[in-house]
Each structure stands twice: as C-alpha cells, then as structure tokens.
C-alpha cells in the first residue's frame, strides 16, 4: 500500500523522501517515482511522515530509534491499535510533533488509482494542515475525532468487512448445497438488497474462480478483528456477532494466515461442511 500512496505525492510538486526496511526497494521506488530514497534518520526529518506499516509496534520501534524533528507531522496509515496511538501522541507532542492516526481503506488497486478513503483522528488544527497533503493518494478524507478515532473506526470497518464475507460465504454454501448455480446466484444478490462491496469485488474474483489473490493479508484482518473486540472489552457493550465472527476466522493459525489473502478464510468453512464454493 504504502509504495502505490507514496508514488502520488511528488505530483504535488513537493520534495518526496522514502525509506523502507528493504533499502533495495527504496531505491527502485526513487527510480519508478522520480522520489528520494534516503536514511531512516533523513526521513525523519521531513516536515510531513508518513508511516504505513503493519503494527502500532512497528511505528513505536521507529520513533524509539529516531525522532522526528519539532513542527513535523506524523501521519500514520498504519492500520493501528487506538490505544497506541493516544500513547505516541502524547509523546510526540511533548517534542513539538503532531501525531494523526490516518488508517486508509480501498485495497491495493486503490491506493495505485489514488483513491483511497482515509480515516483521521487526533488533533484537528494539524489534520487541517496535513489534508492537501493526504489528497494526492485518496478521494475521501473524514476527521472522525480524537486520537485513536481514525484507527478505531478502521478496526471495525474491517470487522463489517469479514463479517460480509462469512455471512455470504455461509448463503453460497446453503445454495451449493441446493443445486443452485453460484455465478447466476451471486449476479442476483448484487442487484438486490444483499449487495455488498465483498459480493461485488471479492467472491467471484478470488473465492469462485479459486484464485485467491493475495492483496490483503489474512493475518492483518485477524489482528484488525482483534483490535475491534478489544474495543469492545473496553465497554459494557453485549455485541455477540464480533465475537463469532473473530472465532471464524481465527480458524487458520496465524502464520498460515499471513500467506493466505483474507478471502481464503472461507476455505475453513468449506472444509466444515466439504463444499466447495465454485
């Protein structure tokens, strides 16, 4: 994701540094993208950061190394735990560094079309000044609130998004069952009221052609699921369905799952009841 939204910003005619952990990918991304690659240290000297990473972990591994230089702005894309980011935000505030938690949904295809939609929490002065910036790699930008919103709100977007995905692999396998055709059933339900962005663009083009293509790891999905139950911890709140829905897919171990694009969780359900979804 991360190397498709950096690819836009030198369109804003700004300065565009990279770093990866990989220094060879850096390299061929500055080659593609007329961009900078640099030191993890001259990185974080940008007035500008953005982080796209797997963990909040990852990111506090960062900021312990290096910090960031006072009047910069953090953006995180990390698709990160709520607490996390109260956490470096207060730290990096005491240095003279906003931090925005700004998790990004739309998949790979959307982050190299620019189209991302981008969900912001912290501070509102800085994601006003970040905002054209964020621009070059999305469509839809939304301050959802204080720091850790933006990193909640993506948690349970990608709850809802697995909880799509089983409830529809649960319908096709009732219909399998049946007899009925699944490419003539899916066609039926996305011009009906069972739509959804996973019947629309997931199960026929990864589940029923068997391809699974990997742009979304299963693993990330497991631990964005987590996070949204330990939102739930949190409160009082009795919400049974993410808590099923976390059981389903914690089904393929993780480090299976981290090999395994998100649509093959129902791979698991087909093994239960020894139907194939084709």
Same mark, same amino acid.
């Given at each position: 994701? &991360? #190397?498709?939204?950096?690819?836009?910003?030198?369109?804003?005619?700004?300065?565009? #540094?990279? #770093?990866?952990?990989?220094?060879?990918?850096?390299?061929?991304?500055?080659?593609?993208?007329?961009?900078?690659?640099?030191?993890?240290?001259?990185?974080?000297?940008?007035?500008?950061?953005?982080?796209?990473? +797997?963990?909040?972990?990852?990111?506090?591994?960062?900021? @312990?190394?290096?910090?960031?230089?006072?009047?910069?702005? #953090?953006?995180?894309?990390?698709?990160?735990?709520?607490?996390? @980011?109260?956490?470096?935000?207060?730290?990096?505030?005491?240095?003279?560094?906003?931090?925005?938690?700004?998790?990004?949904? &739309?998949?790979?295809?959307?982050?190299?079309?620019?189209?991302?939609?981008?969900?912001?929490?912290?501070?509102?002065?800085?994601?006003?000044?970040?905002?054209?910036?964020?621009?070059?790699?999305?469509?839809?930008?939304?301050?959802?609130?204080?720091?850790?919103?933006?990193?909640?709100?993506?948690?349970? $977007?990608?709850?809802?998004?697995?909880?799509?995905?089983? @409830?529809?692999?649960? &319908?096709?396998?009732?219909?399998?069952?049946?007899?009925?055709?699944?490419?003539?059933?899916? $066609?039926?339900? $996305?011009?009906?009221? &069972?739509?959804?962005?996973?019947?629309?663009?997931?199960?026929?083009?990864?589940?029923?052609?068997?391809?699974?293509?990997?742009?979304?790891?299963?693993?990330?999905?497991?631990?964005?699921?987590?996070?949204?139950?330990?939102?739930?911890?949190?409160?009082?709140?009795?919400? +049974?369905?993410?808590?099923?829905?976390?059981?389903?897919?914690?089904?393929?171990?993780?480090?299976? @799952?981290?090999?395994?694009?998100?649509?093959?969780?129902?791979?698991?359900?087909?093994?239960?009841?020894?139907?194939?979804?084709?």
């Amino acid at each position: 994701m &991360g #190397w498709h939204m950096a690819s836009h910003l030198p369109k804003l005619g700004h300065e565009v #540094w990279v #770093w990866n952990r990989t220094q060879a990918k850096a390299d061929y991304h500055a080659i593609c993208f007329e961009t900078q690659a640099v030191s993890l240290q001259k990185a974080l000297q940008a007035d500008f950061i953005f982080s796209c990473l +797997p963990t909040s972990a990852d990111v506090e591994q960062l900021i @312990a190394a290096h910090l960031p230089k006072q009047g910069s702005i #953090w953006i995180d894309c990390t698709s990160g735990v709520p607490e996390a @980011a109260k956490k470096i935000s207060q730290s990096l505030k005491k240095i003279g560094v906003e931090y925005l938690d700004a998790p990004v949904s &739309g998949q790979t295809i959307g982050a190299e079309r620019g189209t991302l939609t981008v969900m912001i929490g912290g501070d509102a002065h800085a994601f006003a000044q970040a905002k054209p910036i964020i621009s070059a790699f999305s469509t839809l930008i939304e301050y959802v609130g204080e720091s850790g919103s933006g990193f909640a709100v993506k948690a349970i $977007n990608n709850t809802l998004m697995a909880t799509h995905l089983w @409830a529809l692999a649960e &319908g096709l396998t009732v219909l399998k069952s049946k007899g009925v055709d699944l490419s003539a059933a899916l $066609n039926c339900i $996305n011009h009906s009221s &069972g739509k959804s962005s996973i019947s629309e663009n997931i199960m026929a083009q990864r589940v029923l052609n068997r391809s699974f293509d990997k742009t979304f790891a299963l693993d990330l999905l497991q631990k964005d699921i987590a996070i949204a139950i330990d939102l739930i911890q949190q409160t009082a709140l009795q919400l +049974p369905s993410m808590h099923l829905i976390q059981q389903q897919f914690a089904r393929i171990e993780k480090k299976q @799952a981290s090999q395994l694009d998100f649509s093959a969780a129902v791979q698991s359900l087909e093994q239960m009841n020894q139907i194939e979804l084709r």
